[in-house]
């Protein structure tokens, strides 16, 4: 029994007989080397390129020297056809309102008494897990002429409102807009609902007996449980909708009218070459994100207190 | 006079729960009818009509062959696969210190990391491409594999929020009988993270089978499609056969059901739990 610690002594390499203190500082490093590694390269280093660029006039090739000062940023603020993509955006703002209202009225009905509840909970989630692409696809069914909704409407003999959903100038962005609500409510709809159901049963149950009817119980129950998520998902919407990309890009390719400020910065980078002019472009979708989170970090902030 | 209310009251609860469903289902349910026609049928009937045949699966093979989706799903797993471990091992091991060692830095670095996630990802590729081009990694698997694993900070929060809420005393315990860091990162730090892996695994799961862009922009070459970027190319020699691009979409999507059906529990978990934490 003596012998162990003796035992121990010979086994020099072992990493449990390093003193804590050193072994700490060999495992702070050898597990931060490769996290940290990896975020400098992915992160931080591209965002100060971008920096860089952004006073450059640049083709992506070759070094990078024709120095620019605020050209660039210049451009993106008064040439119209750079700053007029964020008109666009509007359009995907306002859908959030109703993926939104919609998400929060299924959500609420379902955290009462439904038959078949796991089958509605599971549709209406299902369409957040779907490919971009294939939604892509599948709305360019729904809206090409004589397609899904065109034939939908005249079965419920409203043949004569029949629009070029995609072509026409005035209406193509409505319709991007309503497949993203299409694509995302499920999930608004799956926090929400969660967030509902965190409250104990027995508050309602508690608010039945002192005669609250459903719209009591919506309006004091469920509302402030689900304030702050709601109030988060107002604020991020705003920048969800300025890096609104996969949709617009795989139905029209951003043609007609539904240019979008990411595939604008993407286009001019890697169609146009002009990689100086997209960094900043990328700078400024950066710094409107960051606003954005600071409002909601102060405003959220305020409200608690 | 309460019942006649209440009639009414779950009326529109069911007609509103069946248009919602309705919306849903229809465009997709759509697009299945389709992918069963022949190219004459899909011409000359109506769209919401089913096909003539459930067992014509010619645009399938179609599909699959001409459209090479085979070495989409290989490649799609693949990176999948590597990518998530990669992010569940790193993860856990930058998580682990950041939560039970105060060091000098370690406000700095939760700092930095978190800010990270601000950074708005699909912008920075204008230099993103320069470094990914100057490591040599332009189509190669790799650079999809380290672009999802560099970028999931989601991951790295799930796991910090996880251990911060855990109590010190399996690691306090083991210490007193002489286990090293290591072996309580091992022993007792990855088993108690499972929850948290899997939340992680079906988030970052879901995201990189979807995933259109990363791939899009860094592997072009046809050998290196993925699911997303082998139906994109669709456009191109299917232009007009929507019979047969139908088919392609029901392919990629099948997978998502599936998984979906067995999986339900864990997923709405997933999905709750990583938005409320991240």
Same mark, same amino acid.
Do not use: C
């Given at each position: 029994?003596?012998?162990?610690?003796?035992?121990?002594?010979? !086994?020099?390499?072992?990493?449990?007989?390093?003193s804590y203190k050193k072994q700490r500082s060999i495992i702070i490093i050898a597990f931060s080397i490769v996290p940290l590694l990896l975020l400098f390269t992915f992160s931080y280093y591209p965002l100060m390129q971008m920096f860089r660029y952004s006073f450059h006039e640049w083709n992506g090739l070759g070094p990078v020297e024709n120095f620019v000062g605020l050209e660039n940023y210049k451009t993106i603020f008064t040439d119209p056809e750079y700053f007029s993509v964020f008109r666009v955006s509007i359009y995907y703002f306002v859908a959030t309102f109703f993926q939104m209202g919609f998400a929060l009225y299924f959500a609420t009905i379902l955290s009462f008494d439904v038959k078949f509840k796991n089958f509605f909970k599971g549709v209406l989630f299902f369409p957040y897990l779907l490919n971009?692409?294939?939604?892509? =696809? /599948?709305?360019?069914?729904?809206?090409?002429?004589?397609?899904?909704l065109d034939s939908l409407m005249e079965m419920f003999g409203l043949g004569e409102y029949i629009?070029?959903?995609?072509?026409? &100038?005035?209406?193509?962005?409505?319709?991007?807009?309503?497949?993203?609500?299409?694509?995302?409510?499920?999930?608004? =709809?799956?926090?929400?609902?969660?967030?509902?159901?965190?409250?104990? &049963?027995?508050?309602?149950? $508690?608010?039945?007996?002192?005669?609250?009817?459903?719209?009591?119980?919506?309006?004091?129950?469920?509302?402030?449980?689900?304030?702050?998520?709601?109030?988060?998902?107002?604020?991020?919407?705003?920048?969800?909708?300025?890096?609104?990309?996969?949709?617009?890009?795989?139905?029209?390719?951003?043609?007609?009218?539904?240019?979008? =400020?990411?595939?604008?910065?993407?286009?001019? $980078?890697?169609?146009?070459?002009?990689? #100086?002019?997209?960094?900043?472009?990328?700078?400024?979708?950066?710094?409107?994100?960051?606003?954005?989170?600071?409002?909601?970090?102060?405003?959220?902030?305020?409200? *608690?207190? | 006079m309460y019942k006649v209310k209440s009639f009414s009251g779950s009326f529109i609860k069911y007609a509103s729960l069946f248009i919602g469903v309705a919306a849903a289902i229809i465009p997709i349910l759509v697009v299945f009818f389709s992918s069963f026609k022949t190219t004459e049928e899909y011409r000359t009937t109506n769209i919401l009509t089913a096909p003539e045949s459930w067992l014509n699966f010619e645009n399938y093979r179609r599909a699959f062959t001409e459209g090479n989706m085979l070495v989409g799903f290989f490649n799609t797993i693949f990176i999948l696969l590597v990518a998530i471990v990669f992010s569940i091992l790193i993860?856990?091991?930058?998580?682990?210190?950041?939560?039970?060692?105060?060091?000098?830095?370690?406000?700095?670095?939760?700092?930095?990391?978190? =800010? $990270?996630?601000?950074?708005?990802?699909?912008?920075?590729?204008?230099?993103?491409?320069?470094?990914?081009?100057?490591?040599?990694?332009?189509?190669?698997?790799?650079?999809?594999?380290?672009?999802?694993?560099?970028?999931? /900070?989601?991951?790295? +929060?799930?796991?910090?929020?996880?251990?911060?809420?855990?109590?010190?005393?399996?690691?306090?315990?083991?210490?007193?009988? #002489?286990?090293?860091?290591?072996?309580?990162? &091992?022993?007792?730090?990855?088993?108690?993270?499972?929850?948290?892996?899997?939340?992680?695994?079906?988030?970052?799961?879901?995201?990189?089978? !979807?995933?259109?862009?990363?791939?899009?922009? +860094?592997?072009?070459? *046809?050998?290196?499609?993925?699911?997303?970027?082998?139906? +994109?190319?669709?456009m191109g020699p299917f232009g007009a056969q929507w019979e047969v691009i139908s088919a392609g979409i029901i392919i990629v999507i099948v997978p998502t059901l599936v998984l979906f059906i067995f999986l339900q529990k864990y997923i709405y978990n997933g999905f709750t739990q990583g938005a409320m934490k991240g």
């Open positions: 029994m003596e012998k162990k610690p003796k035992e121990k002594k010979f !086994n020099m390499m072992s990493l449990s007989d390093l971009g692409v294939a939604i892509g =696809f /599948i709305f360019r069914v729904f809206y090409t002429g004589g397609g899904t629009q070029f959903w995609l072509r026409d &100038r005035s209406i193509v962005n409505i319709s991007l807009a309503a497949t993203s609500v299409w694509r995302y409510m499920g999930f608004n =709809f799956i926090i929400f609902l969660g967030a509902i159901q965190s409250v104990p &049963r027995e508050i309602y149950e $508690a608010a039945e007996v002192d005669g609250a009817n459903r719209w009591h119980q919506f309006r004091y129950i469920i509302l402030p449980s689900i304030k702050r998520i709601l109030q988060l998902n107002i604020i991020l919407a705003i920048s969800g909708a300025i890096s609104v990309f996969e949709i617009p890009y795989i139905m029209t390719q951003g043609q007609n009218g539904t240019m979008t =400020f990411v595939i604008q910065t993407l286009d001019t $980078a890697f169609k146009f070459r002009k990689v #100086g002019l997209a960094s900043a472009m990328g700078i400024v979708l950066l710094i409107i994100v960051l606003l954005v989170t600071l409002v909601q970090k102060t405003w959220l902030k305020e409200k *608690e207190a | 993860g856990t091991m930058i998580a682990y210190i950041l939560s039970r060692f105060q060091f000098k830095f370690s406000k700095v670095m939760i700092g930095l990391f978190l =800010f $990270a996630v601000l950074i708005p990802g699909i912008t920075t590729q204008v230099a993103t491409f320069q470094v990914i081009s100057s490591l040599g990694l332009f189509n190669t698997r790799w650079a999809a594999i380290l672009l999802f694993t560099g970028t999931d /900070i989601i991951g790295i +929060y799930i796991f910090l929020q996880f251990l911060d809420s855990s109590s010190l005393s399996l690691d306090e315990s083991a210490m007193i009988d #002489g286990a090293s860091y290591f072996t309580i990162y &091992r022993k007792i730090i990855l088993p108690l993270l499972k929850p948290a892996m899997a939340t992680v695994f079906i988030i970052r799961g879901v995201a990189i089978y !979807n995933d259109f862009y990363i791939p899009f922009l +860094y592997m072009p070459a *046809e050998r290196l499609q993925v699911v997303s970027t082998s139906l +994109y190319r669709f």
